[in-house]
């Protein structure tokens, strides 16, 4: 299974982007879908995921400003985001998972998300 991201680039605070993530090489709908985030000198971290069944969790940071949303059909997953601040930099990876087995992650390349002051 591969992931293909792309959508992101330089904003100004306040603005928005919005990424997307295409799974090829499988059929099967991958029961999670999502995007995590690393910011330079930290870890990894949730940004958005949503279940195959339409049910999405979002970090605390994300909650009221993004809105994730997928096709199942496609296997496809988009983060749209707003109200972008500079805290909002990172390296935006897709992630595709199955958490029950037999379990499986496969990440996306990245893409970059800068926002400037």
């Known amino acids: 299974v ?7 680039g330089l904003v100004q605070a306040g603005g928005s982007l919005r990424l997307s ?3 090829s090489g499988s059929r099967l709908t991958m029961p999670v879908m999502g995007w995590y ?12 995921e949503m279940t195959s069944g339409g049910t999405p969790r979002y970090a605390d940071s994300a909650k ?26 990172a390296v935006y990876y897709c992630n595709a998972a199955r958490r029950s087995a037999p379990t499986y992650k496969y990440w996306g ?4 998300v800068t926002v400037s002051s």
């Open 2 to 8: 591969q992931l293909q991201a792309s959508g992101g």
């Open 21 to 23: 993530c295409a799974a």
């Open 37 to 48: 985030r690393q910011a330079p000198g930290k870890q990894r971290e949730l940004v958005a």
């Open 64 to 89: 009221g400003r993004f809105t994730i949303s997928r096709d199942n059909a496609k296997n496809t997953v988009d983060l749209q985001m707003n109200s972008l601040r500079p805290e909002d930099t």
């Open 109 to 112: 390349q990245g893409t970059l």
